[in-house]
């Protein structure tokens, strides 16, 4: 208890993130219930978030999607309609887009730090559920519920339609899950991603081993994705600009995948990848 208390927020998140990897769904859910776990984590996740790992994360991947945009705009001039964002935390990409995306996260308490901190006008839709059954969430004006309970039979669920998305982002969530997890997430985003529609995953660059990281990308890939081999990879940074010119952002390292749905490829049978982070 002393070494906690004598913590600082970074590292309490630290600590309690290395406690979570490869928990799963179900898991991580049991975990935010007990003890008030979910609003600590929620508490410490958002202090002086924008000089964190969060949000410079969401900085890169903001430039990902624009990128992305542009040469979509290139083509027929049309920009992403439909953005979700999974394991969304405090509404990471609604903030940093500053136009409304599908947001879903397990922890109600990490998204109403978001809700406060979004600008007015382009609040997304939000949604406690898991990354591993898009097809039911519920809308948290719907429920007083603070995590969502995977097992719970809730009264009222919405989903994400079967090929509605233009883009789905998962940043800081697959380390969490388990190999079956992961399989459910690729599954759900084969899913609800339009033809040719874009996956963009990040994880802390520590969270994977780079002996790992070739078969990890051909897991991706099996579940019926390509990857972009131009944009996949390591990100390190520490020149991201924030609101306050008298801070400097935290330097991270980011591993980013990106991938695009193949249409008529995802593999449905029982042999599931291991999606493998360390050896």
């Not at 027929?76 to 999974?86: Q, R, S």
């Not at 084969?190 to 990890?216: H, N, S, W």
């Not at 010119?245 to 249409?263: C, D, G, N």
């Amino acid at each position: 208890i002393k070494k906690y208390l004598e913590m600082n927020s970074k590292e309490i998140i630290a600590f309690m993130f290395s406690r979570l990897q490869r928990i799963g769904a179900e898991g991580f859910a049991r975990s935010m219930l007990e003890y008030n776990t979910a609003f600590i984590l929620a508490l410490h996740y958002n202090r002086e978030w924008e000089f964190g790992n969060s949000a410079n994360c969401g900085r890169l991947c903001k430039q990902v999607v624009e990128g992305l945009e542009e040469r979509v705009r290139l083509r027929n001039g049309v920009p992403f309609a439909e953005i979700a964002d999974i394991g969304c935390g405090p509404l990471v990409m609604n903030r940093m887009l500053e136009r409304p995306t599908t947001n879903v996260d397990i922890n109600r308490h990490q998204m109403n730090f978001g809700i406060a901190a979004v600008k007015p006008g382009t609040l997304g839709r939000n949604y406690i559920g898991s990354a591993t059954d898009l097809g039911r969430l519920v809308n948290i004006d719907e429920t007083n519920d603070v995590v969502y309970c995977p097992s719970k039979a809730y009264d009222k669920v919405h989903g994400i339609a079967d090929r509605s998305l233009d883009m789905g982002i998962a940043s800081f969530l697959m380390y969490f899950l388990d190999s079956e997890g992961n399989t459910r997430f690729m599954r759900e985003m084969y899913r609800t991603l339009k033809d040719e529609g874009y996956l963009v995953i990040t994880m802390p660059k520590a969270k994977i081993a780079d002996e790992c990281i070739p078969q990890f990308l051909t897991d991706i890939a099996s579940m019926g994705f390509k990857l972009d081999n131009d944009i996949t990879g390591t990100y390190v940074s520490d020149s991201f600009r924030v609101k306050d010119p008298t801070r400097a952002a935290t330097k991270f390292e980011v591993y980013l995948i990106l991938a695009r749905k193949i249409p008529n490829t995802c593999k449905n049978d029982s042999t599931n990848p291991e999606f493998v982070l360390t050896p």
